[in-house]
């Protein structure tokens, strides 16, 4: 099987205006989309779409209709266009398409397909692995959700980062890999020798000082996929709608990496990781870590919201939310 279990330690780091630093542990699930059915089978603590005390639940991911990004009339013809060869596209495969934006109806392997040909991409993954936190007792907020887009020789050639934010806004960045990185066996499903049994201290061994030098370290040893784009959703009020971010990223086998750089005109302004080790995703594993990071999701939640409160007493300055709609896709307006 390709799914499988990570756990690690989420890192951000702020440079400007002030310094700050947070550094939490937390677990994440790597599902291949075509074997969560099979999962919930052999898993008494794993669901789909019903309540557990883990479980993952389609409607979490996807762009929402209300939530694209409002029109710019200088793109409008193209974007119709588009959207009528992306609807023959998939029509044509045999798909039950309702619209061309938050379809109802939609599977997230034909979400994913659909995101791909919009934005250039016509060739039709074979695997589909999905990376994020699951609900945990039917809880869950995944700031940040990657679609590692296999071909049939299993190479990445495409990741979809899904962003979610606290005011109910997600937003999908589509990028491609420009040199395919081949999945190692671990991934692939050829080899399932990844550890049975999550230890107490998993993905804790490194201090704040040192996690942004242990993560370089890891990306040295590893082939990883760099890709960057304009940032196209308000994520913190801390932190302004005129920015980009610079991916770095592994694909996911023994272990797996991913560090965010965040720019603004200034320069760099802060960084954030998540580097974490693999796991057999079985019972035992996942009832472990229940009891050695209980209620994950919700500490998630409170976390965010007890950093913002950090960020606010060291007077970082704050900026109005702009909702989603309200931004333009060429012209988004600097706070």
């Known amino acids: 099987m390709n799914s499988a279990l990570y756990i690690g330690k989420v890192f951000h780091k702020r440079r400007r205006p002030a310094n700050h630093v947070l550094n939490y542990r937390v677990f994440s699930l790597l599902l291949n989309l075509s074997e969560i059915d099979e999962l919930q089978k052999r898993l008494w603590l794993f669901s789909r779409n019903r309540w557990n005390l883990f479980s993952f639940y389609d409607k979490d991911f996807g762009e929402k209709a209300s939530q694209t990004l409002a029109s710019d009339p200088a793109v409008d013809q193209e974007d119709n266009e588009l959207t009528h060869v992306s609807r023959l596209e998939i029509h044509g495969s045999g798909k039950n398409v309702k619209n061309a934006t938050g379809v109802a109806n939609e599977s997230l392997s034909e979400y994913v397909s659909r995101e791909l040909l919009a934005n250039g991409m016509t060739q039709p993954p074979h695997t589909i692995l999905l990376s994020c936190y699951p609900r945990v007792c039917g809880f869950t907020f995944n700031p940040l959700s990657l679609f590692y887009c296999l071909d049939d020789q299993g190479e990445v050639f495409a990741v ?96 797996q990496i991913i560090v965010i750089k965040a720019n603004d005109e200034k320069g760099h302004l802060l960084t954030a990781s998540y580097t974490a080790d693999r796991y057999a995703l079985n019972n035992g594993s996942l009832l472990r870590c229940f009891f050695s990071i209980p209620f994950m999701t919700f500490k998630v939640v409170g976390g965010i919201h007890w950093e913002a409160l950090r960020l606010w007493l060291k007077r970082v300055p704050w900026f109005s939310h702009q909702a989603k709609n309200t931004l333009t896709r060429n012209n988004l307006n600097n706070s």
């Open 160 to 255: 979809l980062h899904e962003v979610h934010n606290t005011f109910g806004e997600r937003h999908v960045y589509v990028l491609p890999v420009d040199q395919p990185l081949q999945a190692e066996k671990s991934v692939s499903g050829d080899n399932d020798d990844h550890r049975e049994t999550p230890p107490e201290s998993a993905g804790g061994g490194h201090c704040a000082e040192d996690h942004t030098e242990s993560v370089s370290a890891e990306l040295e040893k590893a082939n990883w996929i760099t890709q960057a784009t304009d940032k196209k959703l308000f994520v913190s009020p801390f932190a302004h709608m005129n920015m980009n971010y610079e991916f770095r990223l592994n694909v996911p086998a023994a272990k």
